[in-house]
């Protein structure tokens, strides 16, 4: 067998054996929204309302999940990894305690029933652009969604 058809045929298997082991973050591929050094990804996604959209952090960096109280559509219910209600209340958290960390590999969730745009950030990360929204409309195909 020569170099090239050793290394067509190796290839692939190769690949397949460092799945998940790429970018240091977890294998776990079953999330919506995953947590790098300092981003979200996506940074938007759209569902349909009644869905349950699951964050995993998949970084190194202990981040949050903390919705923008004030930007939430009216009469929808708050979120912020930590199970907190109130954004200062997970604000406060965090700078006394480090209260609704999520550390690589644990993820949140929060269903969403209302129509509207729901802002989010993460607390430690906020001022380097760690933001992130999700959008609850009756049509998630045709709202944009961004990397």
């Known amino acids: 067998m020569d170099r090239r058809e050793f290394l067509r045929a190796a290839g692939p298997a190769a690949v397949a054996g460092l799945a998940g082991c790429l970018g240091g973050g977890s294998a776990d ?4 929204v995953g947590m790098s050094a300092k981003a979200f990804r996506p940074v938007r996604i759209a569902v349909e309302p009644g869905t ?3 964050w995993l952090n998949t970084s190194k960096q202990g981040h949050s999940v903390t919705a923008y109280e004030n930007d939430i559509p009216d009469g929808a219910d708050y979120f912020a990894s930590g199970g907190f ?3 200062q209340a997970a604000r406060d958290n965090w700078g006394s305690s480090s209260g609704g960390t999520m550390y690589e590999g644990d993820d949140f969730t929060h269903t969403f029933e209302t129509l509207g745009e729901y802002p989010y950030f993460c607390i430690p990360h906020e001022r380097a652009g760690m933001v992130g929204t999700v959008v609850v409309t009756e049509d998630p195909e045709t709202a944009t969604s961004g990397e």
Request: hydrophobic share 10%; aromatic share 10%; proline share 0%.
């Open 85 to 87: 209600d109130t954004e």
């Open 29 to 32: 591929t079953d999330y919506d």
């Open 52 to 54: 349950t959209v699951r």
